[in-house]
């Protein structure tokens, strides 16, 4: 919905994007550990992928920061590395993949730029946390997360493919 809107209908829209998007994000926080430290399915980004498509990018932000948020405050917190990495994350995955879309759009499927986000993601993650507990060894874990990122994020953009397809059909979230 790249459209000029209504922007009380636009902001209830958001709202709601980054409500689903919490809430995969906190589900995601419940499910059992993988067997990588800092491996996640990255559920919440398929709110943000979607949003890029049909809101935009600073719409998009806005889903991806508000997740956080939220998601922090229903889990470890604002002041913990979870939150820390978390928003180092989403941010970067949304830089990477706002900017893929918008450079590349006639050469970047939905899938790639969600393979993009996956893999951005885990380098921010690591980023962050060679930081927090200051060993840049930390990256020697980045092969074994992308075993997890590729399948992940392929199914990421696959399932963020067909919701962009099925909000396509609902008269609000046209383009």
Known sequence: ??????????????????????????IEGMLPAMPVPGARLGLANIITLTT???????????????????GAL???????????????????????????????????????????GAVSH???QLTVASFLIAEIAIFSLFPLLMIFAVPTGIMVGLVSRYLTKAL????????
């Open 74 to 116: 229903f889990g470890p917190g604002l002041i913990s590395a979870g939150f820390a990495m978390s928003l180092a994350g989403g941010i970067l995955s949304w830089a990477v993949m706002s900017l893929a879309h918008k450079l590349g759009q006639r050469f970047f499927s939905i899938i790639s730029l969600s393979l993009m």
């Open 1 to 26: 919905m790249k459209e000029k809107a209504v922007p009380a209908r636009r902001l209830v829209m958001i709202a709601l994007l980054v409500t689903m998007a919490s809430v995969l994000h906190i």
């Open 52 to 70: 890029i498509i049909t809101f935009g990018y600073a719409d998009a932000l806005f889903v991806a920061i508000g997740r956080s948020l939220l």
């Open 122 to 124: 885990n380098i921010a």
């Open 168 to 175: 396509g059909k609902i008269p609000y979230f046209r383009s």
